[in-house]
């Protein structure tokens, strides 16, 4: 790894991939954290196209969950949104959005930051071994998930102020009309409810 101080040093660019239906606080820590640890320049959220790991479910159109993303990260300078898997064809797989982004900013060093459930199911995910050559992986904690020990050295795990906030509770909270305030960004809250999302169960 680069020294942080050094001026000269490679764009340090995390990513957060997700479905984001919607984004909510557990992700923006998960961001925050991991940039001021590690000293990245920005973090990259990554909106996915059609999950393939809950293709059992109806997931919002891509464009929703992508708006709003942008307006949960509008307002921090260091987070911006990429579209790479939304606008490609087929179901997202992390070793295509890691290229597509390497191909992007060929200059960058890449920090992929995952939830320590997401980490526990890597090894399932599709090319796994030329997927470690393309970033460093960061492990955030997460409330009721156990942070996996991994024996890969491009791996790092970081303990986060536990937010026990899931999506899908998110989800459920607004078809029972309970409030989601402060648990997703107020603009979020405002978005889900202009487009009335979640309603129908
Ligand atoms: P869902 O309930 O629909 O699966 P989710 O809350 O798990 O939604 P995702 O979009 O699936 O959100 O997660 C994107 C990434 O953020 C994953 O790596 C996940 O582990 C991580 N993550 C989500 N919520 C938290 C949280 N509260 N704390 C830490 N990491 C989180
Ligand atoms: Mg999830």
């Not at 790991?53 to 949104?81: C, W």
Request: contains cysteine.
């Amino acid at each position: 790894m680069a020294d942080p101080k050094d001026k000269n040093r490679p764009l340090r660019l995390g990513v957060m991939g997700g479905t984001f239906d919607p984004i909510h606080n557990g992700h923006l820590v998960a961001a925050s954290e991991v940039a001021a640890e590690y000293d990245l320049d920005e973090v990259v959220f990554v909106p996915t196209g059609q999950p393939w790991q809950k293709s059992t479910r109806d997931v919002s159109a891509a464009e929703h969950r992508y708006l709003m993303t942008v307006i949960a990260t509008a307002s921090n300078p260091g987070f911006t949104v990429s579209r790479v898997d939304i606008d490609r064809e087929g179901a997202t797989y992390t070793h295509d959005t890691l290229l597509d982004l390497r191909a992007e900013r060929p200059e960058a060093e890449l920090f992929f930051i995952t939830g320590a459930d997401a980490l526990s199911r890597i090894a399932s995910w599709k090319d796994i071994d030329q997927v470690w050559d393309l970033a460093h992986f960061v492990g955030v904690s997460r409330p009721g998930h156990v942070l996996p020990e991994l024996h890969q050295e491009n791996v790092s795990l970081l303990e986060i102020p536990a937010l026990a906030i899931s999506s899908t509770d998110c989800r459920g909270r607004v078809a029972q009309g309970k409030p989601v305030w402060y648990l997703v960004p107020d603009g979020v809250v405002q978005y889900i409810a202009k487009y009335g999302l979640y309603t129908e169960s």
